[in-house]
């Protein structure tokens, strides 16, 4: 694919960090309203580091590739989820859009589809801000978390609705702060975690179908917030938090590795953490994360980072790692 010219002058940098001073926010800052070029393809460029690939302090985790996505199509941009099917990502916005691309990593050309999540039901009328995603990889079957009405919808593997809610458990949470990491255990539980606080609800059937969550509080690092998690194969979760930073991009973010089973209601959940991710990636605002087996028994861990809409600041960047679980703390 052709390269993209990377432009990043001085005045941006003075103007992201002078923003952040003054508003310390993370939503919708310095957005721009995209080009809407229905046929425009995806241009992707490989993004090399001078940060080490590995080192102290990592537990194990190495970094694959950084990859840059751009596109000026009119639904490209804004991903906060990601899910892994079989040889392709699929990821999704918080505009309600999707983007199902074949691995960068693999040989032989990209190919990629951008497509809307149109068929939501009774919600359709309301802003489609995806936050959060989950897949049940034996069923093919999907979840999607929606911000804006804090609200979860159920897919079929050929992606046709199957169900869609607003848990009565979600209905008080701020519309900005609503279901921003979700993950589907083996055995059918559901972990969900907002994003305003460590509070979090677990689950013993699929949400969609109702039930009454056990409550629990998520210990997480001083002013980290949640914004995505994955189950391991041995059923453990890795969580990714992210928070603002006086830095350029304003971000800073971890991994946090925790066990379900040490979840009691009324209790806190104490986290520990695999990585911080700065040492080993460029800044920006990771949102969504999922992993894969890869055939050596290592675990590919894919991020992808919310770019806001705001291009000239931030950029959309795709990242493998790789990680052998027997290298946990």
Same mark, same amino acid.
């Given at each position: 694919?052709?390269?993209?010219?990377?432009?990043?002058?001085?005045?941006?940098?003075?103007?992201?960090?002078?923003? =952040?001073?003054?508003?310390? $926010?993370?939503?919708?800052?310095?957005?721009?309203? &995209? *080009? !809407?070029? /229905?046929?425009? #393809?995806?241009?992707?460029?490989?993004?090399?580091?001078?940060?080490?690939?590995?080192?102290?302090?990592?537990?194990?985790?190495?970094?694959?590739?950084?990859?840059?996505?751009?596109?000026?199509?009119?639904?490209?941009?804004?991903?906060?989820?990601?899910?892994?099917?079989?040889?392709?990502?699929?990821?999704?916005?918080?505009?309600?859009?999707?983007?199902?691309?074949?691995?960068?990593?693999?040989?032989?050309?990209?190919?990629?589809?951008?497509?809307?999540?149109?068929?939501?039901?009774?919600?359709?009328?309301?802003?489609?801000?995806?936050?959060?995603?989950?897949?049940?990889?034996?069923?093919?079957?999907?979840?999607?978390?929606?911000?804006?009405?804090?609200?979860? =919808?159920?897919?079929?593997? $050929?992606?046709?609705?199957?169900?869609?809610?607003? &848990? *009565? !458990?979600? /209905?008080?949470? #701020?519309?900005?702060?609503?279901?921003?990491?979700?993950?589907?255990?083996?055995?059918?539980?559901?972990?969900?975690?907002?994003?305003?606080?460590?509070?979090?609800?677990?689950?013993?059937?699929?949400?969609?179908?109702?039930?009454?969550?056990?409550?629990?509080?998520?210990?997480?690092?001083?002013?980290?917030?949640?914004?995505?998690?994955?189950?391991?194969?041995?059923?453990?979760?890795?969580?990714?938090?992210?928070?603002?930073?006086?830095?350029?991009?304003?971000?800073?973010?971890?991994?946090?590795?925790?066990?379900?089973?040490?979840?009691?209601?009324?209790?806190?959940?104490?986290?520990?953490?695999?990585?911080?991710?700065?040492?080993?990636?460029?800044?920006?605002?990771?949102?969504?994360?999922?992993?894969?087996?890869?055939?050596?028994?290592?675990?590919?861990?894919?991020?992808?980072?919310?770019?806001?809409?705001?291009?000239?600041?931030?950029?959309?960047?795709?990242?493998?790692?790789?990680?052998?679980?027997?290298?946990?703390?």
């Amino acid at each position: 694919m052709a390269a993209l010219a990377e432009f990043r002058p001085r005045w941006c940098r003075i103007a992201a960090i002078a923003f =952040l001073m003054v508003a310390f $926010a993370p939503i919708t800052w310095l957005r721009a309203e &995209p *080009p !809407d070029i /229905r046929d425009a #393809p995806l241009w992707i460029t490989r993004v090399q580091s001078d940060l080490p690939d590995r080192g102290a302090g990592l537990h194990g985790l190495r970094r694959e590739g950084i990859w840059r996505l751009w596109s000026e199509h009119g639904d490209f941009g804004g991903y906060s989820a990601i899910l892994l099917l079989k040889d392709r990502i699929r990821l999704f916005s918080d505009r309600g859009n999707r983007l199902t691309m074949s691995l960068p990593d693999e040989p032989g050309p990209i190919a990629s589809k951008f497509a809307a999540v149109w068929n939501r039901g009774y919600l359709s009328g309301f802003y489609p801000d995806i936050e959060s995603a989950t897949r049940d990889p034996v069923s093919g079957k999907y979840w999607l978390g929606f911000e804006s009405q804090n609200s979860l =919808l159920r897919y079929d593997r $050929a992606s046709n609705l199957e169900a869609a809610t607003r &848990p *009565p !458990d979600w /209905r008080n949470w #701020p519309s900005n702060r609503g279901p921003e990491a979700m993950t589907r255990l083996a055995d059918g539980r559901f972990i969900v975690l907002p994003e305003n606080n460590g509070d979090g609800l677990l689950y013993r059937i699929d949400p969609v179908e109702g039930g009454q969550p056990v409550r629990f509080r998520a210990v997480l690092p001083d002013s980290f917030r949640p914004t995505d998690m994955t189950t391991l194969p041995d059923g453990r979760v890795i969580l990714l938090v992210r928070r603002m930073a006086v830095a350029y991009p304003p971000f800073t973010a971890r991994l946090l590795l925790g066990d379900p089973e040490e979840i009691r209601a009324g209790e806190e959940w104490v986290l520990d953490e695999l990585a911080d991710l700065d040492a080993i990636v460029p800044r920006e605002n990771y949102e969504g994360l999922a992993i894969a087996a890869q055939p050596d028994g290592r675990l590919a861990l894919w991020l992808v980072s919310d770019d806001n809409l705001a291009v000239a600041i931030q950029r959309t960047l795709l990242v493998k790692l790789t990680w052998n679980p027997a290298d946990a703390p």
